[in-house]
């Protein structure tokens, strides 16, 4: 199983794509997250639509989902050669937020054969040969009633790779990072920055250190962590296994 970066950024524009990452074995491909700027990096990175059968969001924010119509869209007008069995998935209101790209952009948006699937905390379910477990992470929603940000334990072969989407500190974190061999965290902010909402260079580097990780793969990062020391930041915080600050376009094998 590899791990490859469409976007390690966020929705202000940057050098950065927004969030997107692709995980790739077996000849399957699962493409997690869709932000703004990552799809153009399919080419690059050797995607098209016959060969990614998934695509999974971890929540509803612009830096995270706002490629989604655009995918839509391409996919309509071009009319290439689709995955058979394409399948969209993310929390819960994934359904209504791809109707409603419909009724905003028009019907060049239609996905009649396209399958979108609902998590909630706890979930288990195979997409694209890759079994993912969903747990609710601690970051801001509009209310009560909209679904929790998501992240994600993704395993295949006997590999896992825990990814945090946005969140701030928390056990379910830890507990879904514990044993992955590979720890795609969040790191939006340098650790002046303090926030409950997003992880920064110090407390990504404690919640490595809880959950004992091996390998941590830093990523979502806004502006202001571009031009800090995170590296030394994850270390003072006592974090001291294998840590990767990534960058578009990098490809990582996830093995022990
Ligand atoms: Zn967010
Ligand atoms: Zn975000």
């Excluded at 929540?59 to 655009?70: F, R, S």
């Excluded at 998501?150 to 500190?169: H, K």
């Amino acid at each position: 199983m590899r791990l490859g970066f469409l976007g390690t950024g966020t929705a202000i524009p940057s050098a950065r794509g927004a969030s997107g990452y692709v995980l790739e074995a077996a000849g399957e491909v699962l493409l997690l997250e869709c932000g703004p700027g990552s799809t153009r990096r399919w080419p690059a990175m050797g995607l098209d639509f016959a060969r990614v059968g998934a695509v999974l969001c971890s929540h509803h924010h612009v830096d995270h989902c706002g490629d989604l119509a655009a995918l839509l869209f391409g996919r309509t007008v071009a009319r290439p050669e689709v995955h058979p069995g394409l399948v969209f998935a993310g929390p819960r209101g994934h359904r209504a937020l791809v109707d409603a790209l419909v009724v905003a952009f028009g019907d060049a948006l239609v996905h009649d054969d396209l399958t979108v699937t609902e998590l909630d905390d706890g979930t288990a379910l195979t997409l694209a040969g890759f079994v993912v477990r969903a747990r609710a992470m601690a970051h801001p929603r509009r209310n009560a009633d909209e679904a929790p940000a998501l992240g994600y334990r993704i395993e295949r072969g006997g590999r896992a790779v825990a990814f945090s989407g946005d969140t701030g500190p928390c056990d379910a974190l830890v507990e879904l990072c514990r044993g992955a061999d590979v720890a795609l965290m969040e790191c939006s902010y340098p650790a002046a920055r303090e926030t409950s909402s997003h992880l920064n260079g110090r407390t990504v580097g404690e919640m490595a250190r809880a959950a004992e990780v091996e390998r941590l793969v830093l990523t979502h990062f806004y502006p202001a962590a571009d031009e800090a020391d995170l590296a030394a930041e994850v270390r003072s915080a006592g974090y001291d296994g294998e840590l990767v600050l990534a960058q578009d376009g990098l490809w990582i094998e996830v093995a022990r």
